[in-house]
Every structure is written in C-alpha cells, then in structure tokens.
C-alpha cells in the first residue's frame, strides 16, 4: 500500500492510502473521541462523535469513515468541533435513563467518560424515559434498552463477530431498539449467551447479571490469564476484589479468541468461589474420610505409597494425571511416576 | 494421537486457528464445534460469511449444520469407509495431488489398493447415504484449491479410532493439503490441557516432547538431569489397563489428580467395582466428586485462577495463567503438594515456582526450548519453538518437510463398532458434550445460572421412533445398556436420525457413562464411547421392558 504523508493538528504524519483518518490519529497518540467505533466492530458512522475539520472541504467530517489522503490538513480540536461532540453528548444523555450513580456501567461506560472529557456535568436537555421495562430473563444478561445509544456494536459483534445471528434493530424512527429473534426476551430467544454483545456495548444498556449490584468497576485488579474449560485457550482478564473474581472478559486484539468468549468461559467462573470447595487434607479412618493436616496427609501416603512399591513393585502403582491443570503440575506428576516410584504406569484421561 | 504421529510425525493440531477463516473449504467431521468449542466455530462461521464452504459429516444435525454448505448425516461408526470411498473418487476423478504424494509421502500404492474396493455403492450402504453423496462430496474436496480437516471426538472416541484418524490424514494427504497455510488435520482437544498433559509425557510410553521411554538415549538424559538412576524401560499401562489391573490384582495403588472417572470413565458400573476392589486410592482435587468418595486420601488442591503456570491450547500454543485469588482453606498447587510427596518418599525436588519447573521443561525438551515465562507474558508460543529468536510453529510440516522424511499413507479398512444395535437394544446410543455444561460438571454446575438453561440431561430420540414406541417430549424413560440403565427425560428432535439417541455425561443423575460400553481403541487406549447399543423402555413398563 502506498505510503502518503498528512498534516494532523500540525503535526507531518506517514500513514497508509485509504486509511481512516480516525486510525491514523489514534495510531499517533491524537485523541479523537468515538462511541460507536470499536477496533473489531469498526466504523459504524452513527455517533459522529468523531468529527475533525479537514481545510478545503465544508463542514466538519466523520474521521471514522474518511479515508486519509495526501497533503490533507486535519484539525481534531476546535471550538465548532467541542460545542459539536458537546452537543452530540449531551442528546446522547438526554436520550434515554443515563443516571450514571445507579448504572452498573458505572466506571465502565464511555458515553460517561466521553461527557467527562468534554466536561459535561450533566445534560442540559430533560432526561427523557424511553419507557423500556428492563429485560432481566436471561440467566446472564441485563438489557435495559433506555440507555442503549443505537451504536450497533452488539449488532455487528452478534452477527458478523461470533456469528450467533441473534439481535438486530427492530422497530423504526422513535422505537427504533434492539431486539432478540422476533422481539423475544432475550431469555427466550435463541441468544447462546456467549456475552459478545455486553463486552461491546459502550454503556449501560447491556451488562452481566452476575455481576449486578457489586460495583464490579470500581478498584478492580484485572489479571490476564487462560480460560480453564476447553482446548481453545482463550485469553481472558478476571477482574478481582478482595479475593473474588466479579466478572470475566475477552482479552482484545490477543490470540487465539481476539476477545470473544463462550458461555463457559465468561459466565463460568463462580466455582472457584465455591463454598463446598475442599479446603482440607482428608484421610479415611475406620471408614470415613475425616479432616487431618498437610503433613499428617502427606506422610500416610508417602509411607503407604513406598510400602506398595516395597511389597508388590512399583508397577502395582499407577498415576493418572489431569488434562486440566497446568504443564508444570504434569510434568511432575510424570517424574514422580517414573522417577521416584519408578514406573511408566502414568497416562491421562484420554478424552481428547 | 497415534494416529496423527503414525500419519505425519506429531500428534498435534497441524494449523492454527486463526487460519481458519482463510480456508477455502471447511470439512467439519465428528466435532460439534458450536458446543464444545464455540469460539472455533465463530472462525468457522465467518469463513463462510466470506463464502467458505462448509461441509460437516455428523450422524447428528448438529448446530453448525445451519451453516454449512452441505450436511452428510452418515451412520454412527462409518467414517472410515465413508472417507476411503471418498478417496477413491478423487483418485478415480484425477483430482489427488500426484505432486506432493511423489515428493513427500509413502504408501499410496497401498492406499489405492485398499481404497478400491470402497465403492461408493458399497460405502452407501454401511453410511447411511446415497452414492451420489459421496460422490459429491469427493468432487466438493477434490475441486477445492484447499480445505482443512477438523475433528473431534467423533472421530477418536470409537474403538477404530487411531484408524480413523488416520483415515482423516490419508484423505488430506491424497490432496496435498499438509503443509500449508489455511488447511491440514486439525484435532480441536476437549480440554483445555490435554495437549499440555500430552506434550508433558504424561502417557505410558513418552517423556516431554513425545521423547520415547524405550529409547536409552532419552532415559539416560532424564536420568541425568534428574540426577535419578534406572528409569523404568518396559511401556507402562493406559487407563483401561490400569482398572482391569485393579481388578486382577496387579493394582494395588492409584494416584489421581483432577479425573472424575466414575462419571467420565465408560461402564461405571466397572469403575466403581475397580474402585471399590482397589488397596489404595489418593484423589486430589478441587472438589469432593463421586470418585473421591471411594478414596483413602483426598488432597485439596488449588484451581487455574489461584496459582501460576502454563497450559498449551489445541494450536500448540504455550500461555499463562496467573494467580489471581488465594485457594480455599488449605488448598494448594498441584506441584506443591507433588513436591511434599516426593520430599516425603526420599526424593527433594527444589522448585521455589512454576517458572523453575518450566525452565527445566525447556531444558530437556528440543521443541519448547525457545518458550519463556517472559516471552510469553503477553501472547503464547506456539511449538516447536527450538530457541530464543524462533516465533514458534504456526502450522506443521511447511513445505512438505516432515519429522520422519516423507509422511506416510495408512490405509485402514473399515470395522463397525463392537456393539450394534440388535433386536434386544434396537438403537444405537452416541453421547457427547452440551454447550451449556462442562464435562462431568463439577465446574458449570457449580456456577450460577448454567442450570437455568440446560437443568437437567436429556436424550435426543427421532419422532419417528418416539411416535412409534408412543412417547412424547418431555417424558420420562429408562435407557437401558448391557451394563446399566438410566432414567432421563426425552427430547424429541429431528437432530438424531431414526435409530440413533444421543446423551451427555455432564449429570451424575443421568450418566451416559452407566451405559457406554468399556471396549477400546487398542493403540490409543480411547473408549468408544461414541456407539453402544440401548433399548427405550417407558417409565412404569421397566419389568416387563428390561426382559432379565
Ligand atoms: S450474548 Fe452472544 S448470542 Fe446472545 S445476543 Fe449477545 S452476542 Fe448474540
Ligand atoms: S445495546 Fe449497547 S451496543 Fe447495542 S446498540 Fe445499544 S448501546 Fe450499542
Ligand atoms: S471461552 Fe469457551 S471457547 Fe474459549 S477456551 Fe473457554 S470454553 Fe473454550
């Protein structure tokens, strides 16, 4: 592709021909706010929050949808630009229920973080009620569709991300909302609740239940890490308080998942927190299990394991190792085996 | 995998998953991807978005179906005439790849031979299709500028499983589709380790790396670095092996680390007598489960989100997990307590962490020695990755260079499965994993909200076989096997054809376990539990139905 050269808020700048001048300008550090853009749901050209003024054409223009060209000469911070992303936020805010201190969004959202960039304390519009009853019937998912900003992201993620086919638009002019199927509930509908949709959507209008009431945006530590249900190996952050995990996301722009996740992976996480896990060394005595230390436990099955391996041999001893703990945790499984009690009587679950 | 190193040299998944939407042609057989790797299945559905074709070879009309191109429902078990059908109508048509069969591979006289007598008049029958499907299907996968093979358990959990596998690396070699980009034989593992559990010599027979036991050479490097003497020569036993062993007394002590196997073993009637007949069983685990309730010692061990270390996905790629909460009360890391154990039977192991345990990994194996905790802290390697400038594999075998020279065709002919159905168990029973849940479900269970959608195990019956015993969706039934029976609701649907049920293991309640039957794959050691013959009994008419 060829290489042009462009001018943004003064500064010379190489970019790509046929890039979007939205790309170039964050590729460079240049801060142009979006709503509807998202790196893997791409240029949308709703919100127009993103305009920039470009010298020789009228008006101000669309920087997600504009193509960069040679010699263009680019403005992203004018006094028409702010009043104009001001007055776009500040409709936003009046669309529809945004009463940021009760949203679960709460710290998450970037119709929020945009107003605060444009210092907007709150709307000068009437906040209006679209009247939508919030729709709580999936087992994951909260919609609560007075504060969705008709971005589409979670239309472009359902359809042509994870492919599941589930929402659309729905409805026309004022109405204009999204639906599951024909209008279902989303509890209902055919949705596979792999949870695209809410890692997408940039407000309130769509957020995770489990998560509902526990402030999951606030002081959060997120922890980079491998999903631990099946062989994909997607990348997710748990994101932590207090020793607990408050919800789970994909990991963007990381292999192999790019952030799309499934049910398990998003949603499947509270056994960790589990309160029937076990928490302690049991040992049968006269026939039941009973709680005993680390090193009571671990010295009865020393002493046991060695006495079978004295008595019968060590093959009368077999390992079987675990196809869902780490490389490290097997691999000394398979030296325990083979080199202290000295067999090769070690295999895993072969369900592959 | 046998199969696949027996085939090409490795058993692994050939190509990366983030190829799959640059395949031209997608063949999906024996996997249900939208289920059990649902994030597979979105590179899968965007391909076709694209204007891949999609073809998907299940005995069931599996979700997927709803994308692909064309669904060839064959019967249960008859993969293997089905592909060699196949292949002789590519070599018939002239559409296989006489290029890369000279120059890289062995043994096509052999499969041509073995593939002759695979008409597809002949296969149609054992299939379940018309001869004009496979016929269409071969030009479909001759025609193609490239297609890449995925499978899953369909393929494996049958008691002709290594040779179906390499019946699926035969048909890709025949078209020249190894060793290169957006195609080759791709295995998607169930769980999220098995590749690692593989790769780290956790089987009978290899070391890390698939380096052999019986090789002199790699036990005296072991012995070496592990400053032990007389590593054992003799190959050790496989599961199956090691319950019949219990049983005849051979076993006196098994030591199991995070299997469920009363719910995920075939015939568990079989496994608990094993269990119960055993001298001396340590589980450790992250939860009391029906296997630990036959133990002598249970040990608590911490999950993926309490410690640190890697797993290796199905593409071969080594990533981290990271500690992020304490574990429970007195859980701890698998290799802690692995540690203590060995310490305790005269043996010091001194690791402070996972990374000293990696870094000796490396160290003795030739294919990971390039992967480091730092230079995997972001995004994985994928192996081989023999040093610290190499970027890893993303697909096997470029340029048609293969571990063993030349990759070599092994045909196979095709055996149906040990049990088929008969006039006392007239269906055929198939099971496998629902998206909603997890293997034995300790795990999803256990979450919230998993229940809501998918409460309790179902079986899949066709209407017509659900008109014709008179029951209807949402009764009750007893499915009973040769080696037990279950009671479990019934979903009529059109996604199983007539003769055939489909069940899962996700639910102790209603375990298909009780019923599949405990016959195996003998060199890869896998169950079938892909076929076994049941009968429907309807819930009240148990006596009379059960006929013993
Ligand atoms: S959860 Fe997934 S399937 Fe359901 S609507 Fe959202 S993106 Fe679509
Ligand atoms: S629900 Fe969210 S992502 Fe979807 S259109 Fe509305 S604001 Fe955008
Ligand atoms: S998120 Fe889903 S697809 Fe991804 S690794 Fe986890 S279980 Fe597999």
């Given amino acids: 592709m060829n290489k042009i050269t462009l001018n943004i808020d003064g500064r010379e700048l190489q970019a790509k021909s046929g ?43 669309v920087s997600c949808s504009l193509a960069a060209a040679d010699g263009m000469i680019v403005h992203t911070y004018t006094k028409k630009i702010i009043e104009t992303r001001k007055m776009i936020v500040e409709l936003y805010l009046a669309s529809g229920k945004h009463d940021c201190p009760t949203c679960e969004a709460d710290g998450e959202c970037e119709l929020q973080d945009v107003a605060k960039v444009l210092g907007i304390e709150k709307s000068g519009f009437p906040m209006s009620d679209k009247g939508y009853v919030t729709d709580s019937s999936s087992p994951m998912i909260i919609r609560d569709m007075n504060k969705c900003i008709h971005c589409y992201r979670c239309i472009v993620g359902c359809n042509d991300l994870v492919v599941n086919e589930v929402i659309e638009m729905g409805y026309r002019g004022s109405r204009m909302t999204v639906v599951c199927d024909l209008d279902s509930p989303m509890g209902d509908s055919s949705c596979v609740i792999c949870g695209e949709c809410v890692q997408l959507c940039p407000t309130g209008a769509l957020t995770e239940k489990k998560a509902a009431g526990k402030e999951s945006n606030r002081d959060t530590v997120k922890v980079r890490t491998t999903c631990p249900y099946c062989g994909v190996g997607c990348q997710i952050f748990l994101h932590v308080r207090d ?25 499947g996480y509270d056994f960790v927190n589990s309160h029937d896990r076990l928490k302690s060394p049991l040992v049968r005595k006269d026939g039941k299990l009973v709680e005993v230390s680390w090193d009571e436990a ?21 390992g079987i190792g675990c196809a869902r703990t780490t490389n490290e945790d097997n691999y000394l499984m398979m030296k325990l085996m083979r080199g202290v009690i000295g067999t090769n009587n070690v295999d895993h679950c072969a369900r592959t | 995998m046998a199969g696949l190193a027996a085939t090409l040299g490795a058993g692994a998944m050939t190509n990366s998953i983030s190829e799959i939407e640059g395949c031209p042609v997608i063949f999906v057989i024996g996997s249900n991807t939208t289920e059990a790797h649902p994030v597979i299945s979105y590179s899968m559905k965007r391909a076709v978005k694209k204007g891949a074709l999609l073809i998907v070879v299940d005995p069931r009309k599996i979700e997927l179906t709803r994308w692909a191109t064309r669904h060839f429902q064959h019967n249960v078990g008859s993969d293997i005439a089905l592909l060699n059908a196949v292949m002789r109508e590519i070599i018939k048509n ?35 299709l018309r001869p004009d499907e496979i016929r269409e299907l071969a030009l479909m996968l001759g025609t193609a500028e490239k297609a890449g093979l995925f499978y899953t358990l369909g393929i494996t959990e049958h008691i002709t499983g290594t040779d179906n596998v390499k019946t699926c690396a035969n048909l890709q070699m025949l078209l020249g589709n190894v060793g290169v980009e957006s195609a080759g034989v791709n295995p998607l593992r169930g769980q999220n380790n098995v590749q690692g559990a593989c790769d780290m010599g956790v089987l009978p027979d290899v070391y890390t790396g698939y380096q052999k036991a019986s090789d002199p050479a790699v036990r005296k490097k072991f012995e070496e670095a592990w400053g032990m003497e007389g590593l054992p020569d003799t190959d050790g036993t496989k599961i199956p092996a090691m319950f019949d062993g219990i049983l005849n007394g051979d076993v006196k002590a098994l030591y199991l680390i995070g299997e469920n196997v009363v719910m995920s073993e075939p015939n568990q009637t079989h496994t608990i007598e094993a269990l119960k007949e055993l001298g001396f069983l340590i589980v450790q685990d992250i939860f009391m489960n029906e296997t630990a309730e036959y133990a002598d010692v249970v040990l608590p061990a911490a999950c993926f989100a309490e410690k640190d270390g890697t797993f290796t996905n199905t593409e071969r790629r080594v ?9 429970p009360g007195e859980a701890r890391d698998d290799w802690w307590i692995i540690k203590e154990l060995s310490a305790r039977m005269g043996r010091s192991m001194e690791y402070g962490s996972p990374v000293d345990i990696w870094d000796e990994i490396r160290g003795l194996t030739p294919s990971m020695k390039g992967i480091t905790y730092e230079r995997i802290k972001d995004d994985g390697l994928q192996w081989p990755c023999c040093g610290d400038e190499d970027p890893g594999t993303a697909y096997l075998y470029c340029g048609g260079k293969f571990p063993m020279g030349r990759a070599k065709f092994c045909p196979a002919q095709w055996k149906p499965p040990a049990e088929v159905p008969d006039d006392e168990y007239p269906f055929i029973l198939t099971t496998g994993r629902r998206l909603w849940h997890y293997h034995t479900g300790t795990q999803t269970r256990r979450s919230a909200g998993f229940e809501e959608k998918f409460p309790e195990e179902l079986i899949e019956i066709n209407n017509e076989d ?51 039957n405990d016959v195996f794959d003998p060199v890869a050691g896998t169950a079938e539990y892909k076929a076994c013959a049941i009968k429907i009994v309807k819930d009240g008419q148990e006596a009379r139905g059960d006929g013993r």
């Avoid at chain 1, 020793?243 to 949603?267: D, H, M």
């Avoid at chain 1, 394991?305 to 093959?315: C, T, V």
């Avoid at chain 2, 055939?500 to 009780?514: G, P």
């Fill in chain 2, 94 to 128: 002239g559409h296989h790849d006489t290029e890369f069969i000279e120059n890289c591979t062995e043994g096509f006289e052999e499969l041509k031979r073995t593939v002759e007598e695979y008409t597809p008049e002949k296969a149609a029958e054992i299939c379940g």
């Fill in chain 2, 466 to 516: 659900a008109d014709r015993l008179d029951i209807n969706n949402g009764d009750y039934v007893m499915a009973v096997s040769r080696r037990g029976k279950v009671k479990v609701k019934v979903w009529v649907t059109d996604r199983v054809l007539p003769g055939v049920c489909f069940m899962s293991f996700h639910f102790h309640e209603a375990c298909s376990n009780v019923l599949t």
């Fill in chain 1, 19 to 61: 890039q979007s001048l939205l790309s170039v300008a964050r590729e460079n550090g240049i801060y142009i706010p979006t709503l509807c853009y998202h790196p893997r749901t791409k240029k949308a050209g709703k919100c127009r929050i993103c305009v920039v003024a470009v010298e020789g054409l009228p008006g101000l223009q």
């Fill in chain 1, 298 to 318: 671990l010295d009865y099955t020393a002493k046991k394991l060695s006495q079978i391996k004295n008595d019968h041999g060590p093959d009368s001893i077999v």
């Fill in chain 1, 243 to 267: 020793n607990e995990i408050l919800k789970v996301t994909g990991v963007e722009a990381a292999k192999p998942n790019y952030g799309s996740l499934c049910i398990k992976g998003r949603f």
């Fill in chain 2, 319 to 327: 990533q981290r997990i990271r500690k992020a909460v304490e574990p």
